[in-house]
């Protein structure tokens, strides 16, 4: 399963891209964003970024089915 | 009523997207860049967003000042790319029929979009820059 990830604000900077696919070793966020740290392990990935399947925020547990965006949300900074 | 933009944001957009017959009140908050942070001067301000995820924060966010309080109408609109100082970044209106309920609604509005709306702020300085949470 191949899955298209978004990186936003600094994950953006640090991993110099604000898009990649990956191909997770199981089918749920966490599983997505193991597969996102090996890829670009630049990326820090703390408790502090939250994540997003498609358009709403999701836990390290939700399931991710092909065809799925997951997007990795660090702190916000909206205002 | 819910958009992030790359244009200016109008207050007189705003103002006559929630307006009513039926509401006394019409609170209106805009967030403005500020020419300065924790003792450094600013010089400019950019702004990225998730926008599909954001306009639909926002649309929550107004669902739920809906639920909790009698609010007429909630519009939101942020600014996203390069602000100057001065510019303003956010704006959210909230009518009601009488003061408290708009003033309420409002003030939350902005509290939950500054948690949970997927919108990154990047400040620059003379000489440095950082990303800003919070």
Known sequence: MRIAVQLFGPLAEQAGASRLEVTPGGATVQDVVAAVAAAKPALKIDRSVRFAVNTDYADPSAPVREGDVVSLIPPVGGG | ?134
Do not use: N
Not at chain 2, 2 to 28: H, Q, W
Not at chain 2, 43 to 69: C, D, G, H, L
Not at chain 2, 78 to 90: K, N, P, Q
């Open chain 2, 1 to 134: 009523m819910f958009k992030v933009t790359t244009e200016p944001l109008s207050i007189d957009e705003a103002y006559a997207a929630v307006r009513r017959d039926d509401c006394g009140a019409v609170a209106l908050f805009v967030g403005t860049v500020r020419d300065h942070h924790d003792g450094k001067k600013v010089t400019k301000i950019s702004y990225s967003a998730f926008k599909e995820m954001a306009e639909k924060e926002f649309a929550a966010i107004a669902a739920e000042a809906t639920a909790r309080w009698k609010v007429g109408a909630v519009y939101i609109a942020h600014r996203t790319g390069a602000l100057r100082i001065g510019d303003a970044s956010v704006v959210i209106a909230v009518s009601a029929a009488h003061r408290a309920e708009a003033f309420d609604a409002c003030r939350h509005a902005i509290e939950v979009l500054k948690k949970l709306a997927p919108i990154w702020k990047e400040e620059f300085y003379d000489g440095g820059k950082a990303w800003i949470s919070g």
